[in-house]
């Protein structure tokens, strides 16, 4: 089945400048690409995801970049802040019938 | 709009116990429904998914069970707790079966194995 690679697992950056989690995977059948946001106690929660008929998308301060023939894909936060510190997961669609999670990343902001 | 609810909010059990968690849908029939755990500090694994009522489709082996009897209702349970056990439980469900599947979860549960 889909396996979802993540990195880092840990990412500390400054207050204002940004950070990069990538993800790869292996099924080419894979055609969406969510992003989740786990604060500490709390369910993860979508804040951005991109299909496979796109290659960026941009909400606010979070970019996605897809890379079909590489099987990559990231998510870039511009201009961080505190409240930006939390847990990410990137996932994968396994054919429609599940997503499959990356290993996670723990973005630290400090200011 | 729909909303996700589970219970308990959180379970401190003894090992060799039975344990029932529960999540409820409301406001989107015939949901795709899903159980998923997550270790502390550890990625999403998902252990069941339904998609109508009486079916479960179990991913994963982890002395666990699940069951949906009605179809905003999907119940996760075992009649014996293993330490491995402890972790966080999620429910989630989704729209659609297709490629848009982005999944909506419930707060969780938090069982404490001992």
């Known amino acids: 089945g889909e396996q979802v690679e993540q990195l880092p697992s840990i990412l500390r950056v400054q207050e204002g400048s940004s950070a990069s989690i990538n993800c790869s995977y292996e099924?080419?059948?894979?055609?969406?690409f969510p992003w989740y946001k786990q604060e500490p106690g709390e369910n993860p929660k979508l804040i951005i995801d991109?299909?496979?008929?796109?290659e960026r998308k941009q909400i606010q301060e979070l970019i996605v970049l897809l890379d079909k023939k590489a099987k990559r894909f990231s998510l870039h936060i511009t201009d961080t802040q505190p409240g930006d510190s939390a847990m990410y997961f990137c996932a994968a669609s396994e054919g429609g019938r599940a997503l499959i999670f990356g290993t996670g990343t723990t973005v630290s902001v400090s200011p | 709009a729909q909303t996700i609810h589970q219970w308990p909010v959180a379970e401190i059990k003894a090992v060799g116990s039975p344990l029932s968690l529960g999540c409820t849908i409301k406001g989107k029939s015939s949901p795709n429904l899903y159980w998923y755990w997550q270790a502390t500090g550890g990625t999403l694994q998902q252990l069941f998914y339904?998609?109508?009522?009486?079916?479960v489709e179990s991913v994963v082996q982890l002395n666990l069970s699940a069951s949906r009897p009605k179809d905003d209702q999907f119940i996760l349970s075992t009649e014996k707790l293993l330490l491995s056990h402890s972790g966080f439980y999620l429910c989630?469900?989704?729209?659609?079966?297709?490629?848009?599947?982005?999944?909506?979860f419930g707060a969780g549960t938090r069982l404490s194995v001992l």
């Open positions: 099924d080419s059948a894979s055609n969406y």
């Open positions: 991109i299909r496979s008929n796109m």
């Open positions: 989630a469900w989704s729209l659609d079966w297709g490629s848009q599947n982005t999944l909506y």
């Open positions: 339904s998609i109508t009522v009486g079916q």
